[in-house]
T-cell receptor, first 115, second 111 residues
Framework: EAQVTQNPRYLITVTGKKLTVTCSQNMNHEYMSWYRQDPGLGLRQIYYSMNVEVTDKGDVPEGYKVSRKEKRNFPLILESPSPNQTSLYFC??????????????FGAGTRLSVL | QQQVKQSPQSLIVQKGGISIINCAYENTAFDYFPWYQQFPGKGPALLIAIRPDVSEKKEGRFTISFNKSAKQFSLHIMDSQPGDSATYFCAAHFTGNQFYFGTGTSLTVIP
């Protein structure tokens, strides 16, 4: 079964305490992304990757880091979280070309609260 | 600046009616326009998608209408059902792996 797995699903932390949200996909997809979802703003892309060791900034990268050391994993790192990073985060993966059967899959989400 | 503008923010439709959600964009380099459906507590899931060289695409009760000259596209849900109650997002793909999403439409279908 095609899956994008994020952990943890829920996380409460305090300002400044480094955290990592993991993301793993089992579809051998080249492309992966991180998004944040906020009420009234839709989904906004934070970072994306087009292959191992190839990452680039999305629309809202400030305060986030990513790495892509293996094809299946794409962790999101918040080195010094702040309250404005309280949000619902989604990891996604897709094959290199988009089409009828080649689609973007999303994880179930990670709800992060920064106090 | 919102790259993809979506309306309405919320929509209430009677069972059996037609739901219509509209999106507009400015960047003519966008090359793929998906619609996603999201249920509470779940991640978005692809519903239907279209490329700009096609004016309409239909899959079951779901149809995308695409107007390239007006830079607008819309989702039509025919014979809307209570199970269609969800949040819908339009999106646009740019080069590489960049996606821009609309702000979402919360659809409620009343039995």
């Amino acid at each position: 079964e095609a899956q994008v797995t994020q952990n943890p699903r829920y996380l409460i932390t305090v300002t400044g305490k480094k955290l990592t949200v993991t993301c793993s996909q089992n579809m051998n997809h080249e492309y992966m992304s991180w998004y944040r979802q906020d009420p009234g703003l839709g989904l906004r892309q934070i970072y994306y990757s087009m292959n191992v060791e190839v990452t680039d900034k999305g629309d809202v990268p400030e305060g986030y880091k990513v790495s892509r050391k293996e094809k299946r994993n794409f962790p999101l790192i918040l080195e010094s979280p702040s309250p404005n990073q309280t949000s619902l985060y989604f990891c996604a993966s897709r094959p290199g070309s988009l089409g009828l059967k080649n689609i973007q899959y999303f994880g179930a989400g990670t709800r992060l609260s920064v106090l | 600046q919102q790259q993809v503008k979506q309306s309405p923010q919320s929509l209430i439709v009677q069972k059996g009616g037609i739901s219509i959600i509209n999106c507009a964009y400015e960047n003519t380099a966008f090359d793929y326009f998906p619609w996603y459906q999201q249920f509470p507590g779940k991640g978005p899931a692809l519903l239907i998608a279209i490329r700009p060289d096609v004016s309409e695409k239909k899959e079951g009760r779901f149809t995308i209408s695409f107007n390239k000259s007006a830079k607008q596209f819309s989702l039509h849900i025919m014979d809307s059902q209570p199970g269609d109650s969800a949040t819908y997002f339009c999106a646009a793909h740019f080069t590489g792996n960049q996606f821009y999403f609309g702000t979402g439409t919360s659809l409620t279908v009343i039995p």
